[in-house]
C-alpha cells in the first residue's frame, strides 16, 4: 500500500524549533519529487515547500523562505522539514505529499499523508 | 503571490450539477495547464480529484470534470450526491516547482 506518514508536531514557543519527518512506503520514495502543504485551523491549502527526486532543487513560500528547509533521505525513504523562527501564523496542520508522476514534475499531488500538528503557542 | 479565486461555498440538489470557478492570473491558470483540484472531507487528508486542468486520477468518479478557459478554471460536479459534500480546492503550477492554493469552497448538497 502506498503511504506517507508525517510525525515530529507538537507545541512549541514562538521563536522555537520543530522538525518534520515523513516516513514513505510502498512506492520507490527516489523517483519522486516531495512536497509539504499546510492548513491553518479552519483555513484553507498552503503549499509550503518542494524538493526534488534527487534533493537538486528545493522551493519554498515566501511565507517561510529563510525559516524553513526541506530535506530527504532516500535511503531512509524519508522527508523532513525543518522550521526555525517559528511564528504563530504556523500553526498548522502539516501534510507531506507525493508528486503525481515518476522522474519528473506534474505539479499535481496524488498521495498525501494523515497530517501531524503544529501548534505555535506561549 | 495572493491564493487564487474560488466562491466560498456552492450548493445543489442531489442530480444536479454544480459548477466551481477557480480564477488566477496569466502567471499562473492562464499560463499553463497544470491546473489541479482536491477534495477534502472533514478531518481528512486532500484528495486529487483532477489533474492537467481536465484527467481525473484511476478511480476517481467521471461525475467530476475540469475545464478552463484564460484564466479561470472550473470543476463541475454533474448527478450530485450526498458523498460529495467536501470543501474542493484548485491549485496551479506558478513557476521553479512551486504550486499555489485556492481559497476552497465548500459544496453543500441540499
Known amino acids: 500500500e502506498v503511504q506517507l506518514v508525517e510525525s515530529g508536531g507538537g507545541l512549541v514557543k514562538p521563536g522555537g524549533s520543530l522538525r518534520l519527518s515523513c516516513a514513505a512506503s510502498g512506492f520507490i520514495f527516489n523517483d519522486y519529487n516531495m512536497n509539504w502543504v499546510r492548513q491553518a485551523p479552519g483555513k484553507g491549502l498552503e503549499w509550503v515547500s518542494s524538493i526534488t527526486s534527487r534533493s537538486t532543487y528545493t522551493r519554498y513560500a515566501d511565507s517561510v523562505t529563510g525559516r524553513f528547509t526541506i530535506s530527504r533521505d532516500n535511503d531512509k525513504s524519508s522527508l523532513f522539514l525543518q522550521m526555525n523562527s517559528l511564528r504563530a501564523e504556523d500553526t498548522a496542520v502539516y501534510y507531506c505529499?507525493?508528486?503525481?508522476?515518476?522522474?519528473?514534475?506534474?505539479?499535481?499531488?496524488?498521495?498525501w499523508g494523515q497530517g501531524t500538528t503544529v501548534t505555535v503557542s506561549s | 503571490q495572493s491564493a487564487l479565486t474560488q466562491p466560498a461555498s456552492v450548493s445543489g440538489s442531489p442530480g444536479q450539477s454544480v459548477t466551481i470557478s477557480c480564477t488566477g492570473t496569466s502567471n499562473d491558470v492562464g499560463g499553463h495547464d497544470y491546473v489541479s483540484w482536491y477534495q477534502q472531507i472533514p478531518g481528512k487528508a486532500p484528495k486529487l480529484i483532477i489533474f492537467d486542468v481536465t484527467k481525473r486520477p484511476s478511480g476517481v468518479s467521471n461525475r467530476f470534470s475540469g475545464s478552463k478557459s484564460d484564466i479561470t478554471a472550473s470543476l463541475t460536479i454533474s448527478g450530485l450526491q450526498a458523498e460529495d459534500e467536501a470543501t474542493y480546492y484548485c491549485?496551479?503550477?506558478?513557476?521553479?516547482?512551486?504550486?499555489?492554493f485556492g481559497g476552497g469552497t465548500k459544496v453543500t448538497v441540499l
Open positions: 491549485s496551479s503550477y506558478i513557476r521553479s516547482n512551486t504550486l499555489i
Open positions: 505529499a507525493r508528486d503525481r508522476k515518476r522522474a519528473a514534475p506534474s505539479y499535481s499531488l496524488d498521495v
